[in-house]
């Protein structure tokens, strides 16, 4: 069957997937030529009562754009989605549950594949279970191309690439903030619900680590310790507590292709949320012990899914973010690096001296829980499919920071919102090890 489509966006009339028409229809016609998408979900009906519904907020007819039926549950219809499309762009989670499906039939059908998955499972999974055929079939699969993990992730590439030297270590500190004070959730209810079966399903990720990371990389000095408890951070301001997201993992997954496949020395990570009051932390410290312990039994996870406000001190709620709070929210990452002014021969290199050179960036977001992410995914997926020969050399299962590092990608980012920038690179002045 030929492809009638260049993209086509998976799980529509879901709350991500209906912010991101208006974005994917944006970014398609701004490509010479212009870029051709359709939408697909589960109804015919409601797919094309959407489709007539951003006819009238984009204000131009999309009666072009195809309408596919697809469900998870229904292989063919995916194999017949997949047949369409160069690439498919996955919002259908969690991916724990929905995802597995979607990336075989696009392997099998040679469509490449990305989605805003946050979970380092089904990531890691996909990449031990499909990576070889989807070498084999020249397909690209690039998860977490969301907030969860473009910021951090590329906004790590993006230092590795500034930093005249070479980078041993990255602090990177998260700030979620909002322009003014609105009611409401910061996040979807579906990121909170991907997070507690995560937390539910802990163990499986160790077996699937084993197996997939069974060579183990050889330490590199000085190493990056995390600091535990809460700490007084300068740049950026505020109290520094370990952030428990996928970005950690998704930087090391890219940073371990990049010493295995391009013999580069991999940077060391480490992630932290901001708080700008430290009388916040008692409080998020007793709903992480609550939360962890309530995740592990069946009873417990109901009760954090039926009642998120109350576990997330108000960050997630059964609904999500409305307009206003979406406009008014930030995302920022502000990535600190270590390393040296002098470059090496090889990635093992041993150096006899500590760090002797800082950089720091910064990776700007507006609108996180939508407009971000759905910039993100689209960008994602139109640097897939339009420069493919920049991408790795062969087709598999991705992290993107791996996947994009040679893109254009950072460029059109900031050309569209989000932005990656550096603050400032300073020499170090430190005695001997």
Not at 81 to 97: K, S
Not at 317 to 346: D, I, M, Q, Y
Not at 382 to 389: A, D, H, L, N, R
Request: hydrophobic fraction near 40%; aromatic fraction near 8%; glycine fraction near 8%.
């Amino acid at each position: 069957m030929a492809r009638i489509i260049d993209l086509v966006l998976f799980g529509a009339n879901g709350c991500t997937g209906q912010h991101v028409i208006p974005i994917l229809h944006k970014l398609a016609q701004a490509k010479t030529p212009p870029l051709t998408w359709g939408i697909a979900g589960r109804s015919k009906q409601k797919l094309q009562a959407l489709r007539q519904q951003f006819e009238q907020k984009i204000g131009t007819s999309l009666n072009n754009i195809p309408v596919i039926v697809a469900d998870v549950h229904n292989k063919s219809s995916l194999i017949e989605m997949a047949q369409q499309a160069r690439i498919v762009l996955n919002c259908c989670g969690p991916y724990r549950f929905y995802g597995e499906p979607v990336v075989q039939v696009c392997i099998d059908e040679e469509t490449h594949y990305v989605d805003i998955s946050g979970e380092p499972h089904f990531m890691e999974e996909m990449q031990l279970k499909y990576s070889e055929k989807a070498r084999q079939k020249g397909v690209y699969v690039v998860s977490a191309c969301g907030i969860d993990s473009i910021p951090i992730d590329l906004g790590v590439v993006f230092l590795q690439q500034k930093f005249n030297g070479t980078l041993n270590s990255i602090n990177a500190f998260i700030e979620i903030w909002e322009t003014k004070a609105v009611k409401g959730p910061f996040m979807t209810y579906g990121t909170w619900e991907s997070a507690i079966h995560g937390l539910a399903h802990a163990k499986d990720l160790g077996a699937v680590r084993k197996k997939l990371f069974s060579n183990k990389l050889p330490v590199f000095e000085p190493k990056l310790q995390v600091i535990t408890r809460p700490h007084k951070s300068k740049l950026p301001q505020g109290w520094a507590v370990p952030f428990p997201g996928a970005d950690r993992s998704v930087v090391k997954r890219s940073q371990r292709f990049f010493y295995e496949r391009a013999k580069k020395r991999p940077v060391q990570i480490e992630v932290y949320l901001i708080l700008k009051s430290f009388r916040t932390i008692p409080k998020l410290a007793m709903l992480n012990f609550v939360v962890q312990s309530l995740a592990q039994n069946k009873r417990g996870q109901e009760l954090l899914l039926e009642h998120p406000e109350k576990f997330s001190n108000g960050v997630f709620t059964k609904g999500n973010p409305s307009e206003e709070k979406n406009e008014n929210s930030r995302f920022t990452v502000t990535l600190c690096g270590e390393g040296w002014k002098e470059g090496v021969a090889h990635a093992d290199h041993k150096h006899t001296v500590p760090p002797n050179k800082a950089i720091c960036g910064k990776v700007n977001v507006i609108s996180p829980a939508y407009g971000g992410t759905c910039m993100l995914l689209v960008l994602s997926g139109i640097i897939v499919i339009t420069e493919t020969e920049k991408m790795p050399p062969t087709g598999g299962v991705y992290s993107p920071g791996y996947a994009f590092a040679n893109t254009t990608l950072i460029e059109q980012l900031n050309q569209n919102g989000v932005t990656f920038e550096v603050l400032f690179e300073k020499d170090l002045l430190r005695a001997k090890y």
